[in-house]
T-cell receptor, first 117, second 115 residues
């Protein structure tokens, strides 16, 4: 079946602008995650959704970042008043239930490369 | 404090040789999970192998195996019979129960397989 998809694959914007990044999880996966990966670093957690609700948003760096998942499927990461430091690859992942037990795997999308000029 | 440490920024290996990528972790929770992901130049993170803290045996998945030494808090990835297509970034990650569902990643190791 189809994996996690993200659009756009690349986004170039100017400092101060607003951007939206979209994630389509694997069909049937109730858990969805956003990570941010700066150049030369490992991914860093931003936010986790269980269904429609944000179960953990402790990784969002500040109030310019916001994410929604209104119908429990597609999610949108929204960044207001973008800054040059926001330039990074934004990765989305999904997993079947988000359960703590066992080896539940997070499956990642190809990411959106955001460049803020 | 760094929870996942990957001390090898880069590794160069001849094709068909085995390679070990190092990963050490730090946690006080007895229950945790360890993951390895591969990230080729295309950018997508590809799941390779999982090891649970209570698993009695080292995990294996095809050419990938995990050398899990719990007392030393290390979870090294072993790739046998390396192939040119193995060239990529490799990330070790940990999930802790109190950390909800998030994965904490190391900084990665860039593996290059030479023909």
């Amino acid at each position: 079946g189809a994996g996690v998809s993200q659009t756009p694959s690349n986004k170039v914007t100017e400092k101060g602008k607003y951007v939206e990044l979209r994630c389509d999880p694997i069909s049937g996966h109730t858990a969805l995650y956003w990570y941010r990966q700066s150049l030369g670093q490992g991914p860093e957690f931003l936010i986790y959704f269980q269904g429609t609700g944000a179960a953990d948003d402790s990784g969002l760096p500040n109030d310019r970042f916001f994410a929604v998942r209104p119908e429990g499927s597609v999610s949108t990461l929204k960044i207001q008043r973008t800054e040059r430091g926001d330039s990074a690859v934004h990765l989305c992942a999904s997993s079947l239930t988000g359960g703590t037990g066992g080896r539940e795997t997070q499956y990642f999308g190809p990411g959106t490369r955001l460049l803020v000029l | 404090a760094q929870k996942i440490t990957q001390t090898q920024p880069g590794m160069f290996v001849q094709e068909k040789e085995a390679v070990t990528l190092d990963c050490t972790y730090d946690t006080s929770d007895p229950s945790y999970g360890l993951f390895w992901y591969k990230q080729p130049s295309s950018g997508e993170m590809i799941f390779l192998i999982y090891q649970g803290s209570y698993d009695q045996q080292n995990a294996t998945e095809g050419r990938y195996s995990l050398n899990f030494q719990k007392a030393r808090k290390s979870a090294n990835l072993v790739i046998s019979a390396s192939q040119l297509g193995d060239s990529a970034m490799y990330f070790c990650a940990m999930r802790e129960p109190q950390g909800a569902q998030k994965l904490v990643f190391g900084q990665g190791t860039r593996l290059t397989i030479n023909p």
